[in-house]
Nanobody
Protein backbone atom coordinates (compact mmCIF):
# COMPACT_ATOMS: atom_id res chain seq x y z
CA UNK A 1 0.00 0.00 0.00
CA UNK A 2 1.30 3.42 -0.96
CA UNK A 3 0.05 6.58 0.73
CA UNK A 4 0.78 9.79 -1.13
CA UNK A 5 0.71 13.29 0.30
CA UNK A 6 0.86 16.37 -1.92
CA UNK A 7 1.99 19.76 -0.70
CA UNK A 8 3.10 23.13 -2.03
CA UNK A 9 -0.08 24.43 -3.57
CA UNK A 10 -1.31 27.95 -3.07
CA UNK A 11 -2.48 31.22 -4.58
CA UNK A 12 -0.05 32.97 -6.91
CA UNK A 13 -0.10 35.53 -9.67
CA UNK A 14 0.38 34.86 -13.34
CA UNK A 15 4.07 34.50 -14.15
CA UNK A 16 4.98 33.22 -10.69
CA UNK A 17 6.43 29.82 -9.81
CA UNK A 18 5.41 27.07 -7.41
CA UNK A 19 6.98 23.76 -6.50
CA UNK A 20 4.73 20.89 -5.58
CA UNK A 21 5.89 17.87 -3.63
CA UNK A 22 4.49 14.36 -3.52
CA UNK A 23 5.74 12.32 -0.60
CA UNK A 24 5.21 8.66 0.15
CA UNK A 25 4.20 8.42 3.78
CA UNK A 26 5.14 5.95 6.49
CA UNK A 27 7.50 3.14 5.55
CA UNK A 28 6.43 3.20 1.93
CA UNK A 29 9.19 3.61 -0.59
CA UNK A 30 8.81 5.14 -4.03
CA UNK A 31 11.51 2.90 -5.43
CA UNK A 32 10.15 1.07 -8.46
CA UNK A 33 7.10 3.28 -8.91
CA UNK A 34 6.40 5.57 -11.81
CA UNK A 35 4.79 8.76 -10.55
CA UNK A 36 2.52 11.12 -12.40
CA UNK A 37 1.10 14.55 -11.71
CA UNK A 38 -2.46 15.14 -12.84
CA UNK A 39 -4.76 18.10 -12.48
CA UNK A 40 -8.46 18.73 -12.62
CA UNK A 41 -10.17 22.08 -12.90
CA UNK A 42 -13.88 22.56 -12.13
CA UNK A 43 -16.01 21.33 -14.99
CA UNK A 44 -13.04 19.88 -16.85
CA UNK A 45 -11.67 16.39 -17.33
CA UNK A 46 -8.61 15.22 -15.46
CA UNK A 47 -5.45 16.03 -17.36
CA UNK A 48 -2.04 14.42 -17.17
CA UNK A 49 0.56 17.09 -16.49
CA UNK A 50 3.79 15.12 -16.17
CA UNK A 51 5.10 11.64 -15.48
CA UNK A 52 8.46 10.35 -14.32
CA UNK A 53 9.76 6.80 -14.46
CA UNK A 54 10.95 5.00 -11.35
CA UNK A 55 14.58 5.82 -12.11
CA UNK A 56 13.92 9.36 -13.25
CA UNK A 57 15.41 8.54 -16.63
CA UNK A 58 12.19 9.02 -18.57
CA UNK A 59 9.75 11.88 -18.35
CA UNK A 60 6.55 12.89 -20.11
CA UNK A 61 4.87 16.29 -20.23
CA UNK A 62 1.46 17.33 -21.37
CA UNK A 63 1.45 19.77 -24.26
CA UNK A 64 0.00 22.57 -22.16
CA UNK A 65 2.94 22.57 -19.73
CA UNK A 66 5.92 21.68 -21.91
CA UNK A 67 8.75 24.13 -21.41
CA UNK A 68 7.22 25.49 -18.18
CA UNK A 69 6.95 22.55 -15.78
CA UNK A 70 9.70 20.18 -14.64
CA UNK A 71 9.13 16.86 -12.89
CA UNK A 72 11.90 15.32 -10.80
CA UNK A 73 12.33 12.82 -8.03
CA UNK A 74 14.54 12.03 -5.07
CA UNK A 75 14.06 8.37 -4.25
CA UNK A 76 16.22 8.69 -1.14
CA UNK A 77 13.64 11.15 0.20
CA UNK A 78 10.66 9.26 -1.23
CA UNK A 79 9.54 12.45 -2.90
CA UNK A 80 8.58 13.55 -6.40
CA UNK A 81 8.51 17.22 -7.31
CA UNK A 82 6.74 19.37 -9.87
CA UNK A 83 8.42 22.69 -10.50
CA UNK A 84 5.89 24.98 -12.15
CA UNK A 85 7.20 28.12 -13.79
CA UNK A 86 5.51 30.97 -15.65
CA UNK A 87 2.15 29.97 -14.24
CA UNK A 88 -0.97 30.97 -16.12
CA UNK A 89 -4.57 31.35 -14.94
CA UNK A 90 -5.46 28.24 -16.96
CA UNK A 91 -3.11 26.24 -14.70
CA UNK A 92 -5.62 26.72 -11.87
CA UNK A 93 -6.73 23.28 -10.70
CA UNK A 94 -6.41 20.67 -8.00
CA UNK A 95 -3.16 18.83 -8.57
CA UNK A 96 -2.86 15.15 -7.72
CA UNK A 97 0.06 12.80 -7.72
CA UNK A 98 -0.36 9.14 -8.55
CA UNK A 99 1.95 6.14 -8.43
CA UNK A 100 2.06 2.71 -10.01
CA UNK A 101 4.53 -0.17 -10.06
CA UNK A 102 3.63 -1.55 -13.45
CA UNK A 103 2.57 1.42 -15.56
CA UNK A 104 4.38 4.44 -16.95
CA UNK A 105 2.21 6.76 -18.98
CA UNK A 106 -0.45 9.43 -19.11
CA UNK A 107 -3.60 7.38 -18.51
CA UNK A 108 -4.78 8.16 -15.02
CA UNK A 109 -7.00 5.09 -14.90
CA UNK A 110 -3.87 2.91 -14.90
CA UNK A 111 -2.49 4.29 -11.64
CA UNK A 112 -3.26 2.37 -8.46
CA UNK A 113 -2.40 4.97 -5.83
CA UNK A 114 -3.50 8.59 -5.54
CA UNK A 115 -3.00 11.45 -3.16
CA UNK A 116 -5.73 13.78 -1.90
CA UNK A 117 -4.67 16.72 -4.04
CA UNK A 118 -3.43 20.24 -3.50
CA UNK A 119 -5.09 23.37 -4.85
CA UNK A 120 -3.19 25.69 -7.18
CA UNK A 121 -4.82 28.99 -8.02
CA UNK A 122 -3.26 31.45 -10.46
CA UNK A 123 -4.70 34.93 -10.61
CA UNK A 124 -4.38 37.14 -13.65
Amino acid sequence: QVQLIESGGGLVQAGDSLKLSCAASGRTTFSGYAVGWFRQAPGKERECVAVISWSGGDTYYGDSVKGRFIISRDNAKNTVYLQMNNLKPEDTAVYYCAADLAYYGSRGSEYDYWGQGTQVTVSS
